[in-house]
């Protein structure tokens, strides 16, 4: 079965700072590779994905993520946050489809800081 | 495109009651439908999955005949918490996919379940 590892639980930045956020997997067969952010008392917002193709790829509000499969990672960056980006941020898996069921990761917070 | 409601975003109950949240697909077809719960602080936990016209296949360790899920149209699935008790109360969100939309789950707001 599939696991999602994020190793950080919480992120402090300061604004216009850059930040990473670090997602690890484990599968033994091809992954599709999501992140998504949550805002309070919301629903998640896909900021971006990895189908297959370029392994850097670029998401909605200056976010990118780069797919390493010998590293089995799917870190995600922003060069520089806005206090906007105080968010909870998931990694998500799926396998063998990119439409089969997630598995998440157990969340990252962020928190930027004036 | 790829917008997905959730109704209600809150509702509070009295124990032993039944509470039903609907999940729709606004502008596409949802051919699949999936239920999630959050508890504070913690991810998402994957309770159900939802074919249109087929039965839910359940997450082990879930109840289905506590968590009555129905999908029978392309833009609507429901999730009924029967007798809610306490230990019900938590953040209920859906997610579709589908036609176009086949490859990535688009996530509805949530609905806060508090089960008095």
């Known amino acids: 079965a599939q696991s999602v590892t994020q190793l950080d639980s919480q992120v402090p930045v300061f604004e216009e700072a850059p930040v990473e956020l670090r997602c690890n997997y484990s599968?033994?067969?091809?992954?599709?590779l999501f992140w998504y952010v949550q805002y309070p008392n919301q629903g998640l917002q896909l900021l971006l994905k990895?189908?297959?193709?370029?392994?850097l790829v670029k998401g909605i509000n200056g976010f990118e993520a780069e797919f390493n499969k010998s590293q089995t990672s799917f870190h995600l960056r922003k060069p520089s946050v806005h206090i906007s980006d105080t968010a909870e941020y998931f990694c998500?898996?799926?396998?063998?489809?990119?439409?089969?069921?997630?598995?998440f990761g157990g969340g990252t917070r962020v928190l930027v800081k004036p | 495109g790829a917008v997905v409601s959730q109704h209600p975003s809150r509702v509070i109950c009295k124990s032993g009651t039944s509470v039903k949240i609907e999940c729709r697909s606004l502008?596409?077809?949802?051919?699949?439908m999936f239920w999630y719960r959050q508890f504070p602080k913690q991810s998402l936990m994957l309770m159900a999955t939802?074919?249109?016209?087929?039965?839910?296949?359940?997450e082990q360790g879930v109840e289905k005949d506590k968590f009555l899920i129905n999908h029978a149209s392309l833009t609507l699935s429901t999730l009924t918490v029967t007798s809610a008790h306490p230990e019900d109360s938590s953040f209920y969100i859906c997610?579709?996919?589908?036609?176009?939309?086949?490859?990535?789950?688009?996530f509805g707001p949530g609905t806060r379940l508090t089960v008095l």
């Open positions: 502008d596409f077809q949802a051919t699949t």
């Open positions: 939802s074919n249109e016209g087929s039965k839910a296949t359940y």
């Open positions: 599968s033994s067969v091809s992954v599709y």
């Open positions: 990895y189908l297959s193709g370029s392994t």
């Open positions: 997610s579709a996919l589908g036609t176009p939309h086949t490859d990535t789950q688009y």
């Open positions: 998500a898996v799926s396998v063998g489809a990119a439409g089969n069921k997630l598995t």
